[in-house]
């Protein structure tokens, strides 16, 4: 069952933080992305929260940097 921890075993390892996104502020990313500026949310869903257009964006967490890089280039 995957909700059952061996007491024994190592707990789950974060993945390293990339380089490029250490000094990185997720507060300030969402304010960007909802901004009426930069007006991200107009076209792409995060968490369920804006528009319909582009692709959802939710899974980025889940992504390494490179690739989310490759989708955008």
């Known amino acids: 069952m995957p909700w059952v ?7 789950p390892t974060e993945r390293p ?3 490029e996104l ?3 502020n997720w507060l ?4 960007i992305f ?7 949310f107009k076209c792409h869903t995060i968490g369920g ?3 319909k257009i582009g692709p959802d964006l939710s899974n980025l967490k889940h992504r390494d940097y ?7 280039e």
């Open 5 to 11: 921890r061996d007491k024994g075993a190592e707990p």
């Open 49 to 51: 929260a804006g528009g």
């Open 22 to 24: 250490v000094d990185g």
């Open 28 to 31: 300030r990313g969402r304010q």
């Open 34 to 40: 909802f901004s009426e500026q930069a007006m991200c």
């Open 17 to 19: 933080i990339p380089p």
């Open 66 to 72: 490179a690739s989310v890089l490759r989708d955008i």
